[in-house]
């Protein structure tokens, strides 16, 4: 029986390219054939107003049962939800934490960023699947390879991170994603990220999930 996987983006802090994540990860399974949705927990919105300027029918954007509750939208036939946390550590985010499939932690080579990280490691530390994710790095950057070394000193770091690129906020603008520009390295990036995130939940050929999970058309369902 088909499961629903879910995969939360997670930060200690604004700024970090969450949503970017999130956008990403979603349409790259989206041109993979999964029913795809994602929910934007942030106040700033930016998920959604990206939804809003998209073309394609895919991912849908939903809304979180009350009580965060992940159970009803395990029913309703998606294959995966996104979910696109707001900055800081809301009091919810346990619960969540607690029915991911998996957990990412994106995180830009600055000292505020690696403090903000350090500071989530230990509501991550009894998660099976979770992973910094780093974003807007520079190609050769003794910056990034320091950051890097810091990251890994606190937990498993994703082998591939998001540089930064133009692509990614051009792509947003139309309410596209960078993966969609073929033959870029952007969509190189995000193409090898989320093999890697397949991997985190079980997916590792890249198709619906069939077994159980471990826990316990047009657009629809408008709404943050």
Do not use: N
């Not at 950057?141 to 591939?160: C, E, F, K, N, T």
């Not at 390295?185 to 999930?209: C, F, H, N, P």
């Amino acid at each position: 029986m088909p499961v629903m996987r879910t995969v939360l983006i997670f930060s200690g802090k604004g700024g970090t390219s969450k949503t970017t994540v999130a956008r990403e990860l979603a349409v790259a399974a989206s041109l993979a054939g999964r029913s795809v949705a994602i929910a934007d927990l942030d106040p700033q919105a930016g998920l959604t107003g990206w939804y809003s300027r998209r073309r394609a029918e895919t991912p849908s954007l939903i809304k979180i049962p009350a009580g965060y509750d992940l159970e009803p939208l395990a029913k309703a036939g998606i294959d995966e939800l996104i979910i696109d946390t707001p900055p800081g550590v809301p009091a919810y985010v346990d619960k969540l934490i607690q029915q991911a499939d998996a957990v990412l932690v994106p995180c830009r080579p600055s000292p505020d960023d690696l403090t903000a990280a350090a500071g989530i490691v230990p509501k991550l530390a009894r998660h099976p699947q979770w992973a910094f994710v780093m974003v807007q790095t520079l190609h050769r950057s003794r910056l990034s390879d320091g950051a890097l070394r810091q990251l890994a000193s606190l937990g498993r770091v994703a082998p591939v991170s998001l540089g930064s690129r133009q692509d990614y906020p051009l792509a947003a603008v139309e309410g596209a994603a960078a993966v969609e520009f073929s033959s870029t390295k952007s969509a190189d990036e995000v193409t090898q990220l989320r093999a890697y995130v397949d991997k985190m939940i079980g997916l590792e050929d890249g198709k619906k999930a069939s077994r159980r999970s471990r826990r316990h058309g047009d657009k629809q369902g408008e709404g943050g």
